[in-house]
């Protein structure tokens, strides 16, 4: 239940993303402003995780994800009278952000119903909710083809009927505990350890890169490639079902090997590939592999910092570090549109953006192999 809510609340936070192709035509934007369409609700997505996985803490998922996954059902809807104004559009975008906060009410309720050596796989498969992605990609460009605001019921209608499941079907574990302390002052004391902030950085680049590529990539294949807003719909999605395949791998192998180590693999398989796409290479078939083996690399860190995540965070503090990492993740995937769309207005190449990638991706391998690998639970 909880990987189902995560998919749908994904699909409802990327609806604007398969769409901003013709959004920009319809509208008349820039490419900065295309970007910022899409990176609006990415941001409120990845801030909003923060008191979410707070309050996640406190009143626990059985709560948090009914009325989160109802809440979102509004700006859904908004988006039809929204749609032709760009001004318009980034408010209820803004809204839309609610979707994106799903993550960090999932990872604390999953994290207590398994034992340890099982955690990384159990992480790894709700991550694969983030298929929401992929599920956007390939069907909200095709069901529009129908109806243009056809999607948006379908989604709105999806997030209700699961909103009224999920208050029978989802339980906290029975030995949770509900915190005494404020939200606020939990945040502060998760803020404090080290290693919030070391997993942070570190899933900053491998979600950052699979969100900011699940948002921007039919924008750069539409571009760049000259495909249409269907087909480049359809290559980003196959590019989000890699990523989501491969989450619980990185999960699965952390179990069986240290989750630091993974994460130092596939971060640096991420790096390698980011540099060859930043060659341009033509996109059959070099360009398809080093993409789709990028995707694997991001999809596989992931999982892998999250399993680092249980391994070195107390239980009752799950929830706060899940937001403030989440949040991270989420930041790391609002900044790379913005940088990709303003790169290629002024240099007309997207060759810069993926080197910079491979720079980050590189740092983060090398720092997770030489200091993750000692950390432990005393932040």
């Known amino acids: 239940m909880a990987t189902i809510g995560f998919a749908l609340t994904f699909w409802a936070w990327n609806l604007i993303s398969p769409l901003s192709g013709d959004f920009k035509d319809r509208l008349g934007l820039s490419s900065f402003q295309q970007s910022l369409l899409v990176a609006v609700p990415v941001l409120v997505g990845s801030l909003g995780r923060i008191p979410a996985g707070a309050l996640t803490d406190r009143f626990g998922a059985r709560r948090m994800f009914p009325v989160v996954s109802a809440l979102t059902v509004v700006p859904v809807l908004l988006l039809i009278p929204a749609r032709n104004s760009f001004g318009a559009m980034l408010a209820v975008g803004f809204l839309l952000g609610l979707g994106g906060t799903t993550f960090a009410i999932g990872i604390p309720l999953v994290n207590a119903w398994f034992p340890p050596a099982r955690r990384g796989f159990a992480l790894g498969v709700f991550g694969m909710g983030m298929g929401g992605v992929a599920l956007s990609g390939f069907f909200t460009p095709r069901i529009a083809e129908h109806s243009a605001n056809l999607p948006f019921l379908i989604v709105a209608g999806a997030l209700l009927v699961y909103s009224l499941l999920a208050v029978f079907l989802i339980s906290d574990h029975p030995d949770r505990t509900a915190p005494t302390e404020s939200p606020v002052r939990r945040l502060k004391q998760a803020a404090r350890l080290r290693v919030t902030w070391e997993l ?32 480049a719909g ?15 791998v990185g999960g699965w192998l952390s179990d069986r090997i240290h989750p630091a180590l993974v994460t130092a693999g596939a971060l640096l398989l991420a790096a390698l590939m980011a540099i060859v796409q930043a060659f341009d290479p033509p996109l059959s078939p070099l360009g398809t592999i080093a993409l789709l083996c990028m995707a694997a690399g991001l999809g596989t860190a992931s999982g892998s910092v999250f399993a680092l995540v249980s391994q070195v965070t107390p239980q009752e503090k799950v929830g706060s570090v899940t937001g403030i990492v989440g949040a991270m993740g989420g930041l790391g995937g609002f900044v790379p549109p913005l ?21 980050l991706a590189l740092a983060g391998a090398v720092y997770a192999f030489g200091r993750m690998r000692n950390a432990g639970r005393d932040g």
């Open 200 to 231: 942070a950085a570190l899933y900053a680049i491998g979600f950052g890169g699979i969100v900011a590529f699940g948002v921007y990539l039919p924008t750069y294949l539409k571009t760049w490639y000259a495909m249409s807003p269907t087909e």
């Open 339 to 359: 940088v990709m769309g303003a790169i290629y207005s002024a240099k007309g190449s997207y060759s810069i953006g993926f080197m910079l990638l491979s720079d």
């Open 234 to 248: 359809t290559k980003a999605a196959g590019f989000a079902l890699v990523t989501v395949v491969f989450r619980p």
